[in-house]
Nanobody, 120 residues
Framework: QVQLVESGGGLVQPGGSLRLSCAAS????????MGWYRRSPGKQRELVAT???????NYADSVKGRFTISRDSAKNTVYLQMNSLNSEDTAVYYC??????????????WGQGTQVTVSS
C-alpha cells in the first residue's frame, strides 16, 4: 500500500503561484505513475498532470504551459508548480499514485486533498 500526504495549498491572487507537494510513504521509483487531479464544486474530478516512473509527463490542455509536475526520488515527493493561476484553477487538488505488476500489485491510492483558492 501507499500513503500520500499533500501540502502547499492556500489562497492566492490571480496571476500568482503556488507549489503543491505530495509525500509518499515509499520510494516513488516503485510506483508506476503519480499525478495530480482536481475537483471544483459542481464538477467532476479531472486530470491535471501525471508523471511516470521513467519521467514521462502528461498535462491537461487547460494547464499546459502554466503547471509543471516534477519529482524528487530522494525525498519520495512529487511536486506541482502552478504559475499564472486564475479563478478556474480553484479546486481541491488530490495526489494520486498508481501501481501495477510486476513491481507491485495493481492499485490506486489517493491523498486527502489540499484546497487551492484563487481570488482577489
Amino acid at each position: 500500500q501507499v500513503q500520500l500526504v499533500e501540502s502547499g495549498g492556500g489562497l492566492v491572487q490571480p496571476g500568482g503561484s503556488l507549489r503543491l507537494s505530495c509525500a509518499a510513504s515509499r520510494s516513488i521509483v516503485s510506483i508506476s505513475a503519480m499525478g495530480w487531479y482536481r475537483r471544483s464544486p459542481g464538477k467532476q474530478r479531472e486530470l491535471v498532470a501525471t508523471i511516470t516512473s521513467d519521467g514521462t509527463t502528461n498535462y491537461a490542455d487547460s494547464v499546459k504551459g502554466r503547471f509543471t509536475i516534477s519529482r524528487d526520488s530522494a525525498k519520495n515527493t512529487v511536486y506541482l508548480q502552478m504559475n499564472s493561476l486564475n479563478s478556474e484553477d480553484t479546486a481541491v487538488y488530490y495526489c494520486n499514485a498508481r501501481t501495477q505488476p510486476p513491481i507491485m500489485n495493481r492499485g490506486t491510492y489517493w491523498g486527502q486533498g489540499t484546497q487551492v483558492t484563487v481570488s482577489s
